[in-house]
């Protein structure tokens, strides 16, 4: 009988209930799996039962949110574990499973996962921190890591808005270096981010047609200071519209240096990452094995 790992996060997101649970179970069982389920206490509990157990299995899932899977991911790539991944999404956003176009409903992604083979999935590194889908500095960005759970539960991508618009009266200038391999951005800016995504933050959306999952390469996005107000708000109509032209920057890269940024706290899927002097940036090609 083959084996499945079920690590699920009891806390994250709209759905937690007993029988969200049941429903992806019933379906591996009813598929000939043995379910083992390991739920997730604290944080990074995710990476530790990844590392442990996750080569005893043939098929790893994640029932959580977007920094649960980012947790289960690490636990992966440290462990040098190669079990293929599944992922239900059940947290308050879900950006990267919005992203990927993945099922919410316990037993549609539940069929899903078993009825298909996984794919290489490439995986950022942050000065050898892992990240799934982004990794951002400046406006909106404490935002992800600052609301509380409960209220994310509550109130899904609003809560997010209602804690992000305080952060208007607070944009602060972000003075960074950052060193690609064939350019050098250098100026004052409002919001950074490298994203292997469609979706950010349940605001910020790229063409899918811009974003591969397997390309070896990430976007990064960069937001110069505005001259003022309105300018502020023409350069989010921008990013919203996805006009990337004049103050905004997209590239897509595989590497990058950014210096002068220890002030700078960081979010990386969601999850607070303490700033440093000098961040080294790359692509992990092919770092994973998910189903999607």
């Not at 992604?109 to 794919?119: C, L």
């Not at 899918?208 to 502020?232: C, Q, S, T, W």
Request: with cysteine.
């Amino acid at each position: 009988m083959k084996k499945i790992l079920f690590i699920v996060n009891p806390k994250a997101g709209l759905k937690k209930n007993k029988n969200f649970i049941d429903d992806a179970v019933w379906v591996f069982e009813e598929a000939g799996y043995k379910v083992g389920i390991k739920y997730t206490k604290r944080r990074a509990d995710g990476t530790n039962i990844a590392i442990k157990y996750g080569s005893e299995v043939d098929l790893v899932v994640c029932m959580g949110g977007d920094g649960t899977l980012n947790e289960v991911i690490q636990g992966l790539i440290e462990g040098n574990v190669k079990t293929p991944l599944g992922y239900i999404p059940a947290g308050s956003t879900n950006d990267f499973a919005n992203s990927l176009g993945l099922e919410s409903d316990p037993k549609k992604a539940a069929k899903y996962i078993i009825s298909n083979e996984a794919r290489p999935l490439d995986i950022g590194d942050f000065n050898g921190r892992h990240f799934v889908y982004t990794a951002s500095a400046g406006i909106f960005t404490k935002t992800s890591y600052s609301t509380p759970q409960e209220l994310k539960n509550r109130l899904g991508h609003f809560a997010y808005i209602l804690r992000g618009a305080r952060e208007l009266f607070h944009i602060r200038k972000l003075r960074l270096k950052i060193e690609l391999d064939d350019k050098t951005y250098v100026g004052k800016y409002i919001f950074v981010a490298i994203n292997n995504a469609t979706k950010v933050g349940g605001i910020m959306k790229l063409d899918k047609d811009l974003v591969e999952f397997n390309d070896g390469e990430f976007e990064l996005m960069l937001i110069e200071y505005p001259r003022d107000f309105a300018e502020f708000v023409r350069l989010c109509g921008q990013v919203l519209l996805q006009k990337f032209t004049g103050k905004i920057t997209l590239a897509q890269i595989k590497s990058a240096r950014i210096t002068d940024c220890s002030d700078i706290d960081w979010s990386l899927d969601g999850e607070k990452e303490k700033g440093r002097a000098v961040v080294n940036f790359k692509v992990l090609h092919d770092a994973i094995n998910f189903i999607y």
